[in-house]
């Protein structure tokens, strides 16, 4: 999720904590669709919709974000952000009213480049089922030590707690937002003083058996490169810098690290090199989001989509192990290519196979160059 915002220029501010009575644009900055202030329910509120509003002085990396909150049950998300380096790098945090009580009614996820992470980002560590009331003042106190964060809804007892934050590290601007639906805000605090959260032990989604542990991958690149191909030679990757990235959540790689996405540049080829004894047909279980060309040897083998709502109406989109390909590998090193290409929601790279006699994967950091055949 990202709103246009310049971070050129931002106010420094040595106060360890400001209330806001009001919305102002001395306090204030707004970007996106509609932002209004206005007396709602009672109180002084910010009405936001398919908008953002950053507090250019609230300098923030630990401490408590707090906030009064009314939405109504219509689809969208509405959230805050924090630790931004500009528009396209920081943590995020956000409601899905419609889905109150689900499983999936909040999303934590990191954002890098722009690019969001919500079908990489799943499970007990990153959601929670928490009941939201709709069209009523709700208190939202957001609390972030270092590492870890926990997530407090007009109670005293966390209501979500993220275990690992994995976004930026630094200090950054807090904002809070609406996507596609309208929200009210009041009562906004920062306040920048340390509050100690006791660790709590949430179960992790294990890596699947036989997961490829790193990747060699390329920076961002056309989706022409690969578009329509049947085949990939030598000079399509030649002059490709690839960087090593490791497997992490679920085993899965999160390409959105590679760089910042475009309607053309859209893709990153994400590379591991397979050595067999033989020539062999080895079974291959492939997870990505949103779409995959896969090539062996330079030869396309697959061609899939699991973007949001590809296989049926209720689809998310979530990365899995959803395909399984059978590899016609040959006698030697073998080298596997597959151009993810993204529209939103998660850009990713997982695969795995079982272990089998005469086949090992070559370490990521000694393949000398891309499509090398030894």
Same mark, same amino acid.
């Given at each position: 999720?990202?709103?246009?915002?310049?971070?050129?220029?931002?106010?420094?501010?040595?106060?360890?904590?400001?209330?806001?009575?009001?919305?102002?644009?001395?306090?204030?900055?707004?970007?996106? !669709?509609? $932002?209004?202030?206005?007396?709602?329910?009672?109180?002084?509120?910010?009405?936001?919709?398919?908008?953002?509003?950053?507090?250019?002085? $609230?300098?923030?990396?630990?401490?408590?974000?707090?906030?009064?909150?009314?939405?109504?049950?219509?689809?969208?998300?509405?959230?805050?952000?924090?630790?931004?380096?500009?528009?396209?790098?920081?943590? !995020?945090?956000?409601?899905?009213?419609?889905?109150? &009580?689900?499983?999936?009614?909040?999303?934590?996820?990191? %954002?890098?480049?722009?690019? +969001?992470?919500?079908?990489?980002?799943? &499970?007990?560590?990153?959601?929670?089922?928490?009941?939201?009331?709709?069209?009523?003042?709700?208190?939202?106190?957001?609390?972030?030590?270092?590492?870890?964060?926990?997530?407090?809804?007009?109670?005293?007892?966390?209501?979500?707690?993220?275990?690992?934050?994995? &976004?930026?590290?630094?200090?950054?601007?807090?904002?809070?937002?609406?996507?596609?639906?309208?929200?009210?805000?009041?009562?906004?605090?920062?306040?920048?003083?340390?509050?100690?959260?006791?660790?709590?032990?949430?179960?992790?989604?294990?890596?699947?058996?036989?997961?490829?542990?790193?990747?060699?991958?390329?920076?961002?690149?056309?989706?022409?490169?690969?578009?329509?191909? +049947?085949?990939?030679?030598?000079? !399509?990757?030649?002059?490709?810098?690839?960087?090593?990235?490791?497997?992490?959540?679920?085993?899965?790689?999160?390409?959105?690290?590679?760089? +910042?996405?475009?309607?053309?540049?859209?893709?990153?080829?994400?590379?591991?090199?397979?050595?067999?004894?033989?020539?062999?047909?080895?079974?291959?279980?492939?997870?990505?989001?949103?779409?995959?060309?896969?090539?062996?040897?330079?030869?396309?083998?697959?061609?899939? !989509?699991?973007?949001?709502?590809?296989?049926?109406?209720?689809?998310?989109?979530?990365?899995?192990?959803?395909?399984?390909?059978?590899?016609?590998?040959?006698?030697?090193?073998?080298?596997?290519?597959?151009?993810?290409?993204?529209?939103?929601? &998660?850009? $990713? %790279? +997982?695969?795995?196979?079982?272990?089998?006699?005469?086949?090992?994967?070559?370490?990521?950091?000694?393949?000398?160059?891309?499509?090398?055949?030894?």
């Amino acid at each position: 999720m990202s709103f246009a915002i310049r971070a050129a220029g931002v106010l420094l501010c040595a106060s360890a904590s400001r209330a806001l009575a009001q919305f102002d644009t001395t306090a204030w900055r707004f970007a996106g !669709d509609s $932002a209004r202030v206005e007396t709602f329910a009672g109180r002084p509120a910010l009405m936001l919709r398919d908008a953002l509003a950053y507090m250019p002085a $609230a300098r923030f990396r630990v401490g408590t974000i707090e906030f009064d909150l009314n939405v109504s049950n219509a689809a969208g998300f509405v959230g805050v952000q924090f630790r931004m380096q500009g528009a396209e790098d920081y943590e !995020d945090f956000y409601f899905r009213p419609m889905n109150s &009580g689900a499983p999936d009614a909040t999303q934590y996820q990191p %954002v890098f480049h722009g690019n +969001t992470g919500w079908q990489i980002y799943v &499970g007990p560590r990153y959601t929670a089922p928490i009941e939201l009331h709709h069209d009523r003042w709700m208190h939202v106190k957001l609390v972030v030590d270092d590492d870890h964060a926990a997530v407090f809804v007009d109670s005293d007892t966390i209501a979500q707690y993220i275990p690992r934050l994995l &976004g930026p590290t630094g200090t950054g601007i807090v904002a809070i937002y609406a996507r596609f639906t309208a929200a009210r805000f009041a009562n906004v605090r920062v306040d920048t003083s340390r509050v100690a959260i006791p660790r709590r032990s949430v179960p992790e989604s294990e890596a699947p058996a036989g997961v490829v542990p790193h990747w060699r991958v390329s920076p961002v690149v056309s989706e022409k490169l690969v578009a329509g191909k +049947t085949a990939l030679s030598p000079s !399509d990757t030649h002059a490709i810098r690839w960087t090593d990235l490791a497997a992490t959540e679920r085993g899965i790689v999160n390409l959105g690290v590679a760089g +910042t996405r475009s309607m053309d540049t859209n893709t990153v080829l994400a590379s591991v090199v397979i050595r067999a004894d033989a020539q062999r047909r080895l079974p291959f279980r492939l997870g990505f989001s949103d779409r995959a060309r896969v090539y062996l040897n330079g030869r396309l083998v697959f061609v899939g !989509d699991d973007s949001y709502r590809s296989r049926d109406p209720r689809f998310l989109g979530t990365v899995g192990l959803y395909d399984t390909l059978i590899l016609p590998l040959d006698k030697g090193t073998n080298t596997l290519v597959v151009a993810v290409s993204e529209g939103s929601g &998660g850009w $990713a %790279v +997982t695969g795995a196979f079982d272990p089998t006699p005469g086949v090992t994967l070559v370490p990521a950091a000694t393949v000398r160059a891309i499509g090398s055949r030894r």
